[in-house]
Structures are given as C-alpha cells and as structure tokens.
C-alpha cells in the first residue's frame, strides 16, 4: 500500500470528501425530520372556526361531507350501514369510530370485498366512550361532517336534499330528529319531545334542538368542542350520554340562534332490532331520558344561562316523492 | 276736512302703514304657499331601498304586515275576505286598492259597520290596472307586506306562520303559490307548475317563484318597483298579467338568489265560486299561461339574461295542527 501511496491521495481524498458529504447530507435529513416532527399545529384560538381550512382546498372539500359514525357492540349493523353509505351522492370519505374496545377492527374483510366507493377509516378507541366521536380527526377534510348513529338507515334521497338545506344554512344542525326542552315554573327545564307541552309561542309545537345522530354541521363545531369547559366533558362521560345535547347548546352559544334545522326525512329507520348481537342501544335504558332531562339543567349551569332557541321551522323536500306533497285545493 | 289735515296725517300714515303691512303679509304668505307646493320628494336613487324607513319608527312598523288587497267586481268577495283579514294577527293597516272604476267604494257602509280591528284604507284607482296593486303607496307603514288577491281565503294560521317565517327570510317573497319556469333546447323558456318537466337538479321538483297573490315580501320591493325599465309596465299593461312574474325577476335580481320561500299552506281556498258578480277572474281566460310563458320571455330580454334561481325547499310548521305532521317510524 505504500507504493500506492503517491497515487492513493487523490482516492484517499475523493473517499474521505465522499465520506464526509455522505455524513454532512445525512445529518442534514436527520435535522430536516425532526424538525418536521416538531412542527407545532398551527391552531387560531380567537376564530370561531367555522373558518377551518380543509387540508386540500379542493372542489370536493367544499362540495362534499364526511360521515362519522361511531360503533359498540353492532358490527353487522355496522357493515349493513356502510354498504348503503358508502354509495350516498358527495360522500368524500367515511371515519368509523371503533368504540369496540380490544377487537380487531373488520379491514381484512373490508378489503378483501373492495374496492369501495371512497375510503373507509376505522379509528380505534382505547375507551368505550360516547364522545370518541367528537374528536377533531385529522382525516376530516370537508366542512360538512354527517354524524350517523350505528343502528340509522337514512336514505340516499334524504341525506342528498339534506345536505343541500346545510348547503344553506351552514351554522346550523341539519337533521332529522327534533327535541325540545321545556322550562317550568320552579326554573327546573326538563327534555323531551312532541308529548310535552308546547312551549306556548302561538301554534303548534316548537324544537330546540336537533339531535346528532342523523344530522349534517360544520367540521369547525368538532374544532370548538374540544375547547369547552371540563365540566362538560365529565357530563358526558359520567352519564355516557348527553353529547349531542351539549353540542346544540355549543351551537346555540356561538350563533345566538336556533341550533338546528329539522329536515322532515321521507324514509328514515332504526335497525335496532336487525342486530344479532342483542345489543339494543342507550335509549333504551330506564333512566335514559331523566339523564336527559339532568343534562339540560347541568350544561345550564355550567354555560351560566340556558342558550337554546326554540324554532318551529320543517323543511320537506319540494315536489318529492312526487308533487301530492304540496297539492292544495286552489 | 281741510281743518283735520293735521290730525289726519298720523290717520293717514297709519292707514297707509297697515295697507302696506297687510299687502306685504299677504304676499309672503303666497310665497309661501308656492315654496311648500313646489318642494321637491327626496328619493334616494342609489339605495336597493330593502332600508326603506317606515314612517314611524314603532315597534308595529316592525313587528307587524299591511295587508294591499286589489279588487275588481267582486266587492262581495271582498268585504267577505276583509270580515277575515282585518282580525289577523299582527296585520297593521288594510289597504285596498279600488279597480271598479267609476264606482263608489263602500265606504259609508264599511264605517256603519265599525269600529274595525285596523284602519282599512280605500285607494280609489283611476285606470282598471292590473299593475295599481305595487304602486308604493303613502300610508303603507310598515316594513312587510302581505298582498292578496281578492278571491283567495287563506287561514290566520297560515298566514301567522308564514309571517313568522318571512321574519327570518326578509329579503325574500314568503307565500303559498309556487310557481317555475322551465329551459328548452331552442332557448325559449316556459312557465308552468307541476304539470311541467322537473328542471332536472336531482329528484324531486323545483320551484322559481312565488306568486304575489298570497305572500309577504319587503315594502322595500314596492319601492324598487316604481325604478323599473318602462318596457316591463308596458309589458304588464298589454297582457293585464305577469306583475307577479316581474316582481319575482326584481327579487331575484336584487338578491341573486331563488326570489321566494315557499310555505305550504295548510288551508288555503279559492272563493271565485262564491261570488255574485258571475266574474272569474283573469287566470280563466283561454290565453293566460301562454301569455305567462311569453312573459317570462320577454322580462329576459328587458332584463337581458334571466335572473330567477331554483329552490326545493317548502316550509311547514312545526307540530301543527299536530305532532303527526313530523311523526315517524323511528
């Protein structure tokens, strides 16, 4: 080797410069990924964020919504379900909420009988709780968010004229199942729905809320969720219930009316009793609508003033089935 | 006299003095008078006017409607309508605008029939104009407007709510005929109802317009109406039609959105065959839709392009009469 030493410095050089680019350009990478890593979430804690940016500001994001729909205990249901939603007209994606705590989630399956009409993510929980699906998925990338309850066939028909009433009024939850509470003379409000007494503005009956189970908002309430007072959070977790009322209370605050738009549904079903699993859901519970009823008061008090608006306002869809929904005598 | 000559001069001066004063004060007097005759009406040409100012700034301007009620040679249809209307809630003032030319209003039997819930103003018209109805009358005081025609019986209830909910869409025409126009392939546009191919936007119907026979709007509108090209007077003096058609076009020009809301009457009549008079009406004559879809025709041409939009939503209220108008079998 020493003979080579006359010509070996070049090489010797041309390898050391090579060894020593090759470390320069990998300590380079190792930086630029941390840095990435590091990256904070740019977040505007003063915006109201109905203004939320999609990831992508695609056509589709503004055109299209994202069904969340969160699962115990019914997966057949849930698969039943999903061949049926996956198809809905502007659909851009579907986010699963596994509440099935320590089993696998169905993707084998599922991707063995694609491919499918958009994408299909299964979010694993670690606790079975009701508000898992309340979280602000990094997936979502709509304004709108459809929220489907496991055991709800909606039709196509209903959630694409549905969507569009939110098209209109986006500050709104757009759905199908109207609630309402009433305030009595002790101050005591209870919930419930068309077998309490009218709230007594004129005629007929009046909502104050619509429920999230089967309702269209935006994707920006999901962000303002995570920033309410922990009492809510406690609520709903000590009563594993009560997140969609303390959502329309959220709405209700922030808009100064009406939480929601009750959209009439032409076909709408439960499939409850559809389920092998022999799991029939919250509701049924003795104590469900009392819980109910102790949540309206709670969220009062935490909110220091009740915010509920009352509306009698029922949209149908024009001429659909067909015109006999709006013939009259004339 | 020649002996008081020098006492008269004082007389004589005061004498002389008064004329001069009395001619002076007679004079300014009559300038007066012509100033205040010749004094200009400030319009403010730039505004849309939707911020036309009531002229008392009540609380009723605000909260309550003027019912512009046109009759022709139905006068027993009419005190009919109006024994129902002048007791609707809300309504503010009645003003009723007298086609029968020539013809004395009945005024002196209306007031030995009094006191009346509301003033009822008789606006004696010089022409049978179809058009004397959108004419932006003195005494109208308040913000909205609820124009009938003077065969149509629709319920308080109705029309209650339909209130309410013009409250809400201000900027819009808010009644219980809906109406559309249709495409073709050659261009030509034609107007019609249900009878008429859906304009094809996914299922169902669409409507775009409401018809101003039986519907709240802005007194904003009437205002703005008076501004139009003379060619659309021309066109509804020559067909004793369409005023309806142009509002609908003015609406929807001035909000770029669909002109109306549609409410779906829950009891609405049609009271043409209770009248005396033999006299039916206008819609009966052989040639009135074809003059309709010649109208829509030629508003696109003086408006060059065609302004009215597309809606499928139809309103109704909330649990009324009962909870079985939103019952379902979830």
């Known amino acids: 080797r020493y003979f080579h030493f006359c ?11 090579l060894r020593f680019t090759s470390v320069v350009i990998i300590v380079l990478l190792l ?13 505007d804690d003063k915006m109201p964020n109905l203004r939320r940016e999609p990831k ?18 019914r997966t057949d249901l ?12 502007h659909l851009h994606k579907v986010i699963v909420v596994w509440n099935n705590i320590g089993e696998k989630i169905p993707e084998e399956m599922w991707n063995s009988l694609g491919p499918h009409p958009v ?16 979280q602000n998925f990094p997936e979502l990338e709509t304004k709108a968010v ?42 005591v409000y209870s919930y419930g729905s068309f077998e309490l007494q009218n709230p007594g503005f004129g005629n007929g009956d009046q909502y104050s809320m619509v429920l999230i189970g089967a309702a269209f908002f935006h ?63 919250m509701w049924h519970r003795a104590e469900h609508l009392l819980q109910r009823s102790y949540c309206v008061n709670k969220l009062v008090n935490i909110y220091d003033g009740m915010p509920l608006k009352y509306s009698n306002i029922m949209i149908s869809q024009f001429g659909f089935p067909n015109y006999a929904n709006h013939k009259n005598k004339m």
């Open 7 to 17: 010509k070996l410095p070049g090489r010797v050089m041309g390898i050391r410069l």
């Open 31 to 43: 930086v630029a990924g941390a840095l990435t890593a590091l990256l904070p979430n740019i977040k």
């Open 56 to 73: 992508t500001q695609s056509q589709s994001a503004l055109d299209s919504f994202t069904l969340i729909m969160q699962t115990y205990n």
């Open 78 to 89: 849930l698969l039943k379900l999903l061949n049926h939603y996956q198809a809905i007209p």
């Open 119 to 134: 994408p299909v993510i299964f979010k694993v929980q670690t606790v079975n709780h009701m508000r898992n699906r309340l």
């Open 146 to 187: 459809l929220m489907m309850d496991d055991d709800t066939l909606v039709s196509a028909h209903d959630l694409a004229f549905a969507f569009s009433v939110w098209q209109q009024f986006p500050e709104h939850i757009v759905g199908f199942v109207p609630r309402k509470h009433i305030s009595t003379p002790s101050g």
């Open 219 to 281: 994707s920006g309430y999901l962000e303002d969720f995570q920033r309410q007072p922990e009492a809510v959070y406690a609520l709903i977790d000590e009563t594993q219930n009560c997140d969609d009322i303390a959502m329309n209370f959220l709405v209700a605050k922030h808009t100064g009316k009406p939480s929601g738009v009750f959209v009439k549904p032409v076909d709408i079903r439960n499939l409850e009793k559809d389920t092998n699993s022999g799991y029939s859901g």
